[in-house]
T-cell receptor
Framework: NAGVTQTPKFRVLKTGQSMTLLCAQDMNHEYMYWYRQDPGMGLRLIHYSVGEGTTAKGEVPDGYNVSRLKKQNFLLGLESAAPSQTSVYFC????????????FGPGTRLTVL | GEDVEQSLFLSVREGDSSVINCTYTDSSSTYLYWYKQEPGAGLQLLTYIFSNMDMKQDQRLTVLLNKKDKHLSLRIADTQTGDSAIYFCAESYPSVFSGGYNKLIFGAGTRLAVHP
């Protein structure tokens, strides 16, 4: 049981390049989330999914797209990276119940030059 | 609006107790959480408390909740160097208000430094 895994761990992009971050969970969780973490700030929700085939916007969705084609995977895409997207990205997952806690992946550190 | 605030730094001596404080604004929070983040790692759930409880103890960890003042604290007894990390307080916002998911509002994190 690996929990929540993320690939890649690190990435450096040039402005305008695109990339996809992959999140996988093996806990059969319905809900999955993408957050970004910036210095001196708490985690902010980018997008989330309440089930396979569904996605919804969080607090800071601009510049990102997501897809949830399989229950265990949640992809975060940057179509045209900008320096403001330099951040650490965390994926999380949980069961559907309000009482269920979110379990986090190890993070992806992205730098956009 | 929803907001969670924490002090940014705390320094303690090894063996002493650490108390990390958090205030929140939303009285409709159902659960409050403490997460730990070690350097270069993701967030690890430490403990959580349901909003109708005042206290929860789990080995070296004690969580106190003052609902009237909207204040949450985490006490770590006998603090060790391995406790050095960033500690995040988070409140769970009812899904009925947030479009169907258990929304978490995070504080900015408290960096705990443990010195000999």
């Amino acid at each position: 049981n690996a929990g929540v895994t993320q690939t890649p761990k690190f990435r450096v992009l040039k402005t305008g390049q695109s990339m996809t971050l992959l999140c996988a969970q093996d806990m059969n969780h319905e809900y999955m989330y993408w957050y970004r973490q910036d210095p001196g700030m708490g985690l902010r929700l980018i997008h989330y999914s309440v089930g396979e085939g569904t996605t919804a916007k969080g607090e800071v969705p601009d510049g990102y797209n997501v897809s949830r084609l399989k229950k265990q995977n949640f992809l975060l895409g940057l179509e045209s990276a900008a320096p403001s997207q330099t951040s650490v990205y965390f994926c999380a997952s949980s069961f559907a119940s309000e009482a269920d806690t979110q379990y986090f992946g190890p993070g992806t550190r992205l730098t956009v030059l | 609006g929803e907001d969670v605030e924490q002090s940014l730094f705390l320094s303690v001596r090894e063996g002493d107790s650490s108390v990390i404080n958090c205030t929140y604004t939303d009285s409709s929070s159902t659960y409050l959480y403490w997460y730990k983040q070690e350097p270069g790692a993701g967030l690890q759930l430490l403990t959580y408390i349901f909003s109708n409880m005042d206290m929860k103890q789990d080995q070296r960890l004690t969580v106190l909740l003052n609902k009237k003042d909207k204040h949450l604290s985490l006490r770590i007894a006998d603090t060790q160097t391995g406790d050095s990390a960033i500690y995040f307080c988070a409140e769970s916002y009812p899904s009925v208000f947030s479009g169907g998911y258990n929304k978490l509002i995070f504080g900015a994190g408290t960096r705990l430094a443990v010195h000999p």
